[in-house]
C-alpha cells in the first residue's frame, strides 16, 4: 500500500497484548470466539498472540490461522531466531500471515533491561527482520519504547530494517509517555528523515497511562503520516490499556472531514465484539465509556431529551444502531427447538467443536428458558461461555446451592461443588449471602487468596436478566479473572469464585514482554 493511500489499517492486538491485562488470560476456544468476531467486525491484522511465550499461546494462534481467512493472521516474536521459528510455525496455516518482530530501542530500555549496546540491537533488529522472510513476506518492526528513543538511532535502525524486508515499521508509546502534538511531530520527522520511509506503511501503538492513547494515535495519523493503528477492544491491555479500537475507528468515521481516511470495519459489529471481549475477560465496559458504554447514546438532560426528538443530529454526532445497539434481539424461547437454536448460533458466529458441544449447549438454553421467557443473543453468548469455561479450563465446577438470608440473622450459605469430578459439600456464614457462598468455599479450598474485585452486570435488560459476575482474585503474585453468568445472582457468584479458583490452580502463564 503507498503512503498517499487514504485507507487506514486496524491492527487488533486484544489477544495479545489486550491479555496481558491482569485476570484477562483466555483460553484457546475463546480466543478463537473473539477471533471470528475480529473477523466480522473487519479488522485487517489480528495479533492472535505470543507464539514463543507458552505452548497454550502457540495453540491457540495455530487454531485461529486454521479458521481465519479473511483478515491477516499475526504473532508477535522477540529479535531472536527462536521465537521467529516459532511464529512462523504457529501462522503457517493462515491465508494470510505476518510476523511482529521486536526490540527496545531507546536508551534506559537498553541499558537497563537488554543490557546492549546500540550496536548490538542494531544487528539484532535487522538479522530478525530477514530471518522472518523464511516465513512470510508480511514483516512488521516494532522499536520498543520507540517514542522515548533517540531520533537519530532510530533514522538508522529503521532505514535498515525497511532494507531488510520490513513492510510496516511500529513505532510505540509503550509506557503511554506521549501527547498527541509531540507524537505526532516525532513521526512526521522520523518519515521525512529515513530515506527509504515510502517502502513502508507506519505504524502507532499507544498506550494509555495519561488517558491519550486515542489522541495520540490520531496524531500519529493525521500529523505523522501512520497509516496502521494498532489497538483492542474497548481499550482492554495492561496498567490502564491500549488505544481503544471502537473509539479510533469511528473518530476516522465521523470526521471523515478532518481525516480524510476509511477502514475496512463493519461498525455494526463493534458492540457484539465489546461486549463479547468483556463477557470473557470480566473486565466491564464502564457505563459512560465512549461508543460502546451502556450511557453512550443516553440523554438525561430535558433539553437534550427535546432536542435529539425534534433532531437527532441536535445531541447525537452517530447513531446508536451504526455501531451496533440493536444487535440484542429476542431470538429464542423456552418452546425453540434444537434447529432454531443450532442456527441462531450459527448466525452469532460461536465456533462449535462437536455436536455434544451444542448439545450440551442447548440443555443449558432449555433450562435458562424455564427461568426466564426472553432469551437474547447475549444470553446464548454467555451459555457458551459457560460451556466452554467448565470443559476445558474449571477444575472446580458448581454443582447447587442453598442460601438463607432473615432479616437480623447472619446469611448462611451451603455449596455443592466438584474437585476434578470429585463432589464436595461445604458450608459458610457471612456478612451477606454472597460473603456466606464465598466463606463456604474458602472453608473447604482454603485458597487464601485475596479478593480484589467483585462486579455483577445485568447481561441483558429486565428484572429477569442473567447476572454477569466478575471475581478477581490475587496469590502469590497471580491476578486472575473469575466469570460466572445465571438468572440466580447468588449462584452467578458462587461459578465465578470456583471459576477463579480454577485458574489459579493451573500453571501461570508467561508474560512474553518480560520473558528471558
Known amino acids: ?64 490461522a486454521r479458521h481465519v481467512k479473511d483478515s491477516t493472521v499475526c504473532s508477535l516474536a522477540r529479535a531472536s531466531l527462536k521465537d521467529i521459528e516459532k511464529a512462523g510455525e504457529a501462522i503457517k496455516l493462515a491465508p494470510r ?21 546500540p550496536d548490538e540491537v542494531f544487528e539484532r533488529a535487522v538479522a530478525a527482520v530477514k530471518a522472518c522472510a523464511k516465513y512470510t513476506d508480511d514483516i512488521e518492526f516494532s522499536a520498543e519504547d520507540g517514542y522515548r528513543s533517540e531520533p537519530k538511532f532510530l533514522y538508522r535502525i529503521c532505514e535498515a530494517v525497511i532494507a531488510a524486508g520490513a513492510t510496516t515499521v511500529n513505532i510505540p508509546d509503550t509506557v503511554g509517555y506521549a501527547v498527541p502534538e509531540l507524537y505526532g511531530a516525532f513521526l512526521k520527522d522520523l518519515r521525512e528523515k529515513v530515506p527509504n520511509s515510502d517502502k513502508a506503511i507506519w505504524s502507532v501503538h499507544c498506550h494509555n497511562d495519561l488517558g491519550m492513547a486515542v489522541a495520540n494515535s490520531l496524531a500519529g495519523v493525521h ?34 472531514d478532518f481525516f480524510n481516511l476509511k477502514t475496512n470495519i463493519n461498525a455494526t459489529q463493534i458492540v457484539p465484539a465489546s461486549k463479547l471481549v468483556s463477557s470473557i475477560t470480566g473486565f466491564p465496559v464502564q457505563p459512560n465509556k465512549a461508543v460502546v458504554g451502556a450511557n453512550a447514546f443516553a440523554h438525561a438532560s430535558g433539553i437534550h431529551q427535546d432536542g435529539v426528538l425534534k433532531s437527532r443530529e441536535t445531541y447525537e454526532i452517530m447513531r446508536a444502531e451504526d455501531v451496533g445497539w440493536t444487535h440484542n434481539k429476542i431470538v429464542l424461547g423456552k418452546l425453540s427447538g434444537r434447529n432454531a437454536f443450532r442456527q441462531r448460533v450459527k448466525e452469532l458466529g460461536i465456533p462449535v467443536a462437536s455436536e455434544t458441544e451444542l448439545n450440551d449447549a442447548f440443555f443449558r438454553f432449555k433450562d435458562l428458558a424455564d427461568k426466564k421467557s426472553e432469551i437474547f443473543d447475549e444470553d446464548i453468548q454467555a451459555l457458551f461461555k459457560t460451556s466452554n469455561t467448565a470443559e476445558h479450563t474449571d477444575r472446580y465446577r458448581f454443582v447447587s446451592l442453598l442460601q438463607t438470608s432473615e432479616t437480623g440473622e447472619q446469611p448462611k450459605a451451603t455449596v455443592v461443588w466438584t474437585d476434578n469430578g470429585i463432589e464436595k459439600k461445604s458450608e459458610g456464614v457471612g456478612n ?22 467483585y462486579s455483577v452486570n445485568a447481561i441483558t435488560g429486565g428484572t429477569e436478566s442473567q447476572g454477569d459476575v466478575t471475581v478477581r482474585l490475587a496469590l502469590a503474585g497471580r491476578i486472575v479473572n473469575g466469570v460466572g453468568a445465571d438468572p440466580d445472582i447468588i449462584a452467578a457468584s458462587a461459578k465465578a469464585y470456583l471459576n477463579a479458583l480454577s485458574k489459579l490452580s493451573t500453571d501461570a502463564p508467561c508474560n512474553p514482554q518480560h520473558a528471558v
Not at 30 to 38: D, G, P, T, V
Not at 223 to 239: F, H, K, P, S, V
Open 1 to 64: 500500500m503507498s503512503m498517499d493511500s487514504n485507507r487506514l489499517i486496524i491492527f487488533d492486538t486484544t489477544l495479545r497484548d489486550g491479555e496481558q491485562s491482569p485476570g484477562a488470560a483466555m483460553t484457546k476456544e475463546e480466543k478463537l470466539r473473539i477471533a471470528l468476531q475480529l473477523e466480522r467486525l473487519g479488522v485487517d491484522v489480528m495479533e492472535a498472540g505470543f507464539a514463543a511465550s507458552s505452548q497454550g499461546d502457540f495453540e491457540a494462534i495455530e487454531q485461529i
Open 97 to 117: 500471515r505476518r510476523i511482529h518482530t521486536f526490540i527496545a530501542t531507546s536508551p534506559l530500555h537498553m541499558q537497563a533491561k537488554l543490557r546492549m549496546t
Open 223 to 256: 500529523t505523522g503520516g501512520a497509516r496502521q493503528i494498532e489497538c483492542t477492544i474497548n481499550g482492554l491491555g495492561e496498567r490502564a490499556g491500549n488505544c481503544s479500537l471502537e473509539e479510533v475507528v469511528m473518530a476516522i468515521k465521523t470526521r471523515r
Open 432 to 453: 451477606g449471602p454472597v460473603d456466606a457462598t464465598f466463606r463456604a468455599i474458602e472453608n473447604e479450598v482454603k485458597s487464601g487468596a485475596e479478593l480484589q474485585l
